[in-house]
């Protein structure tokens, strides 16, 4: 072979040394289809619920755009603004309280004008397609209908009105759009509210307006063009580009995490792949030998075993990419309710792409090493590679590896939802990779310079660990990796259960009441204490607005004007809670200023939340303006404090004196608390009666709801670790394969001189045992961190494991590890001595 082998004459020698089953290429197909199929699955899955939430933007919204506002109607030159722009449908949101007999239950009461639905239409459960109800009769919800036992024709009452049931709803087009509600929904006429006296100065209800656009007009444009017409509305704006912020906003951080665990079963697949193709390439030491002695350059081996190796990376890709398109809808129905549309079955072309692109740069990167290896060595020094080792030689892979590490960081980063976050992750994994490379340096060099023990056993195990041709560096890399990876699945587990238990009480009030009449307070008092004499009765001012600009009163930051708001800024974002007090709240402190004394009349100050006041960078003595039934009204920051979330009582981030806010119309809102063990039902029916009007919300439920939702987010997100743990333990199956292939030599040296079986399993034991040991407590460091970056960075929960169950698993992936060294060595007991020297 005096010339150069062409890429078909390449080929065809290729071809014919690698088996149809990949034999000895299986770790790197196992390892590619696992990461690739998790890339693929995610891909598809997230940027189908994102078309389908993009597509469908116009008529989960029910308009191009929507203007909200709470406790009062458009105003006259505000409703002539809405309505030169296109055709106009404008609604009513609130809590209500509906009942039927003895039964009742809290609705959300969504009042209807003759123009809605502007996009699509209702379809009732009986087939019918139709708008909004006609006077006196409501289109209510199949969950109203079940709690209330209600049949089409049966009668409900809804602020002491009664309203017949002309249908129960099967499909909403706007139900996305509308959010998060405490109740089912039931549809009424836009009059009934205000019929029924919901809608009296100070209830607690939003009005909503929907303009369908000329094609030409830019709905952003529109929403910012109206904010600037009306300063002092409190306007919160969506367009259909953005028609369920919550929903995208969830997908998107999920999507994000899905990504990132993706990537990270990559990474530590594709120590598995260095290993295998390693392991691979040693297994043909004798191929590549004897080609070289026929005249095979070093160019020659590169190409046939790059063409061998690519043959399996793209095989195991394209298993990876099939088995991600077929698991997507298993994913879709085992997120259920998480999820705001049903994704289906979808091909994803450019999600695909990516994910295969990933795992092709992740196969270049961990396999271009010990390929570039293989092909410099003479054919002299390959024969004798058992017992000799090859020298290696770094140098040779930096550019391959460079090229396919910085092209995939930018993948990585040109497609990152959250950069921040994409960017400590991928410095975090070459971080990783390199501190677990100088870590089985230092443990070589350790073991090169201890004393020697005086048992043989320890003395030959100790020596395994330092010796030319030792599999240190890998065996640490990839225990490293999988015992972090044990770690990060138990931390985050038992932070989200934490976070759960914390963030959800097992304890709150039984009775959340909005809109109680403020001159009617005594006898709503007296009502509950009637049916319940030990019950505990807290009423406060209700009022909502709008934080329209904040800072020193010399130059205040308008929010309007603001380009993005911070996230930990979040009481920015629309409408928000008000009160007034003449105390500290119950369950919060002070952390700076002073509280106003009672009955004071000087100018308006308010309170605030200290972290609100650390993210906006505010200070006792600045100024902050509100928005409050459309009229500005700005107060001096008195003092910060700190709110006790956990309670779930009444935790108003702004607190102002009451003299700042209680001339507005406004009523009351209470919660209850009841003995345990007391009643509800008789308390319950008994609120109604009295207050038709007031709207009554079981905590129990609500409770409920919540611990079902974060209980399934912290399934999705714990089912979608366990990929990064099944890569982990993949690559230690192979890590450990790889070095007992390496020992063969060794242990048949060792029964000739003697050794018994036993004496060879104490070896495997005592050398595992003592990396392991080493590495439990960088993998404790290393899993904690991540656990960290994921429970906090990402998803914004308190940092909360259970170290006991942390290391419980830690101490359970120790003995798995172990375990899989002893089982692995089972094959070299079983050895014959003659037949393995002939072999070398």
């Known amino acids: ?299 020659d081996i590169a190409r046939i075993y790059l063409l061998q190796i690519g043959a399996a990376a793209l095989v195991g890709s394209i298993a990876g990419l099939i088995g991600g398109v077929l698991v997507t809808p298993l994913l879709g129905l085992a997120l259920g309710s998480l999820l705001p549309v049903e994704p289906g079955f979808v091909l994803d072309p450019l999600a695909l792409g990516r994910a295969a692109l990933y795992g092709l740069l992740v196969a270049l990167v961990f396999a271009a090493p010990p390929l570039l290896a293989a092909r410099r060595f003479p054919a002299m020094a390959l024969m004798r590679a058992r017992v000799s080792p090859l020298a290696s030689r770094w140098r040779d892979a930096v550019l391959p590896v460079g090229l396919g590490a910085a092209a995939i960081a930018a993948l990585a980063m040109a497609t990152a939802a959250q950069p921040k976050v994409t960017a400590l992750f991928l410095g975090g994994s070459v971080a990783l990779l390199g501190l677990l490379a100088l870590l089985g340096w230092a443990i070589r060099w350790t073991a090169r310079h201890l004393p020697r023990p005086h048992r043989p056993l320890l003395r030959i195990a100790l020596a395994n660990l330092h010796r030319a041709g030792a599999q240190t560096g890998g065996l640490v890399t990839a225990l490293g990796f999988g015992l972090s990876a044990f770690v990060t699945l138990a931390a985050v587990q038992t932070s989200l259960d934490a976070n759960i238990a914390a963030r959800v009480p097992q304890r709150a009030p039984d009775y959340f009441v909005l809109d109680v009449p403020r001159d009617r307070a005594p006898q709503f008092e007296a009502t509950v204490l009637a049916e319940s004499p030990q019950a505990r009765v807290r009423l406060v001012p209700s009022l909502r607005g709008a934080i329209l600009a904040y800072g020193p009163a010399d130059h205040m930051t308008r929010v309007a004007d603001m380009k993005a708001i911070p996230d930990d800024a979040w009481p920015l974002r629309g409408e928000r809670g008000l009160t007034y007090s003449d105390t500290i709240p119950e369950g919060n402190s002070l952390t700076a200023g002073q509280w106003w004394p009672k009955g004071y009349a000087g100018a308006p100050l308010v309170s605030i939340d200290e972290k609100l006041a650390q993210a906006l960078g505010l200070h006792v003595g600045d100024s902050l303006t509100i928005g409050l039934l459309g009229v500005e009204r700005t107060a001096t920051i008195a003092s910060l404090r700190r709110i006790d979330w956990d309670s779930m009582g009444f935790n108003y981030v702004l607190v102002f004196s009451p003299n700042a806010i209680a001339d507005a119309p406004h009523n009351l809102a209470a919660t209850i608390n009841l003995p345990k063990g007391a009643a509800k039902g008789a308390l319950l029916r008994a609120m109604v009666r009295a207050f038709p009007s007031s709207s009554v919300i079981e905590v129990g439920g609500v409770l409920a709801q919540a611990r079902d939702l974060l209980g399934q987010v912290s399934l999705a997100i714990l089912a979608a670790a366990s990929v990064a743990v099944l890569a982990g333990i993949a690559v230690l199956l192979g890590a450990i394969a790889a070095a007992r292939a390496s020992r063969t030599y060794d242990n048949v040296i060792l029964r000739v001189l003697g050794a018994s079986r036993g004496q060879l399993l104490g070896l495997q034991l005592a050398e595992y045992g003592l990396l392991s040991l080493v590495l439990a407590g960088v993998a404790l460091a290393l899993g904690s961190a991540l656990g960290w970056l994921i429970v906090v960075e990402m998803f914004d929960f308190d940092w909360l494991p259970n170290w006991p169950w942390v290391l419980a698993v830690l101490g359970g992936g120790l003995v798995l590890v172990v375990g899989f060294a002893l089982a692995a060595s089972l094959p070299l007991l079983r050895a014959r001595p003659a037949q393995a020297l002939r072999e070398l």
Do not use: H
């Open 1 to 299: 072979m005096s010339a150069r082998l062409s890429w078909p004459a390449a080929w065809t020698i290729a071809r014919r040394d690698l088996s149809a089953r990949f034999r000895g290429l299986r770790l790197l197909l196992v390892c590619l289809f696992l990461g690739v199929g998790a890339l693929a699955a995610i891909g598809t899955l997230t940027g189908a619920i994102e078309r389908e939430l993009a597509s469908r933007g116009r008529t989960i919204l029910g308009g191009d755009i929507e203007l909200a506002v709470w406790q009062r109607a458009p105003s006259l030159p505000e409703r002539a603004a809405f309505d030169r722009l296109g055709k106009v449908s404008t609604g009513t949101r609130l809590q209500a309280m509906a009942s039927a007999g003895d039964l009742a239950a809290p609705v959300e009461l969504k009042a209807v004008d003759a123009a809605w639905p502007l996009v699509g239409r209702l379809t009732l459960q009986d087939g019918r397609q139709v708008g909004a109800p006609p006077t006196g009769t409501a289109w209510i919800a199949p969950g109203a209908a079940e709690r209330l036992n209600l049949k089409v024709g049966g009668t409900i009452t809804v602020g002491g009105q009664p309203l017949k049931v002309g249908g129960i709803v099967s499909d909403e087009p706007d139900r996305l759009g509308e959010g998060f509600t405490l109740g089912p929904v039931v549809i009424v006429p836009a009059d009934f509210p205000a019929q029924a006296g919901l809608t009296r100065p100070g209830a607690m209800y939003r009005s909503k307006t929907r303009i369908i656009l000329p094609a030409a007009r830019d709905p952003v444009l529109v929403g910012d063009a109206l904010k600037q017409q009306f300063p002092s509305a409190g306007f919160e704006v969506r367009t259909r580009d953005r028609a369920s912020p919550g929903a995208e906003r969830f997908v998107s951080r999920m999507g994000e995490f899905l990504v990132l665990v993706g990537l990270a079963a990559l990474v530590i697949a594709g120590i598995g792949i260095g290993g295998g193709v390693s392991s691979y390439l040693e297994a043909r030491r004798g191929s590549i030998a004897t080609l070289k002695v026929l005249g095979a350059t070093s160019g």
